[in-house]
């Protein structure tokens, strides 16, 4: 398992699948340890991924300063990491919670980006962040399933504020609800750094105004991924988010969730190829 160090001292863990040219992917959860990726559906077939486990998350170490997990803060690992890589610039993939820091890093640093890719990805960094509204309407549309008369509620709840985001509504966030996926959610509790959770995202991380500027110069060709099924973000937020930059393509994966490598890895893995392949 490779490591290096960070500017602060806090020595940090990657980890490496298939072969090629590197992508390194970023993590969502927010602060979740990267083993949840897996290999992003095969797409370690045709790249070499660069799993970074943020700080306090996976194989990486604790740091001294609880602060130093807020998103802003992340991006400087980040950079130290295409450093200890010895990469010019670098194709770079943010999920989820993990697709700010993606922006907030293309913003400070965007000679260093090569390509972008955001799945799925919660653009707080644009001021944007996902509705109850938006999730409500998505959820609804999962009504003719199985286990929505008892999972909704307990959506509502956690939309509400008034409950946890409890194990049943889990199946909000899969595009199928299977063994693969629920196996998928039994393995999150072990893989969060519950306080990390906290300060990712706590006042100061982000700076919509000046990352919108920033990015509205980027050269790099951008990717913006959503799932047809997805309430956080929805497709039509997919959208929005790839209006902030001059060189962005949006896909809509038909029947995907939060998580589309485990939903339809073929169709994932195709799309993906066809954007970090192309013309720069």
Not at 126 to 141: D, V
Request: glycine share 10%.
């Amino acid at each position: 398992m490779p490591t290096f160090t960070a500017a602060d001292g806090t020595q940090l863990a990657y980890h490496l699948r298939g072969e090629g040219e590197p992508l390194v992917v970023l993590p969502g959860g927010p602060m979740r340890a990267s083993a949840y990726l897996g290999d992003l559906g095969g797409l370690a077939a045709h790249r070499q991924l660069v799993l970074l486990d943020l700080r306090g998350t996976g194989d990486s170490a604790v740091p001294s300063d609880p602060a130093t997990y807020r998103c802003d803060h992340l991006v400087d690992d980040v950079e130290v990491l295409r450093t200890h890589m010895g990469l010019a610039h670098m194709d770079v993939l943010g999920h989820s919670a993990g697709g700010s820091l993606a922006m907030l890093y293309a913003a400070r640093y965007p000679e260093r980006v090569a390509r972008l890719a955001l799945v799925t990805a919660t653009p707080w960094a644009l001021g944007m962040p996902a509705t109850a509204e938006e999730r409500l309407a998505a959820a609804r549309a999962r009504e003719g399933e199985p286990w929505f008369a008892e999972a909704f509620p307990a959506f509502q709840a956690w939309l509400a504020g008034t409950g946890d985001c409890d194990p049943l509504c889990a199946p909000f966030f899969y595009g199928r609800w299977d063994h693969v996926a629920q196996a998928h959610d039994a393995r999150g509790d072990a893989e969060f750094n519950d306080e990390g959770f906290d300060i990712y995202g706590s006042d100061g991380a982000y700076d919509p105004p000046t990352t919108r500027s920033q990015l509205s110069r980027l050269a790099a060709p951008v990717l913006v991924l959503a799932g047809e099924l997805d309430g956080g973000p929805s497709p039509e937020l997919a959208r929005r988010t790839a209006d902030a930059f001059p060189n962005a393509e949006l896909a809509v994966q038909p029947g995907a969730g939060h998580y589309p490598w485990l939903d339809d890895a073929e169709w994932f893995v195709r799309r993906l190829v066809a954007f970090l392949c192309g013309p720069r």
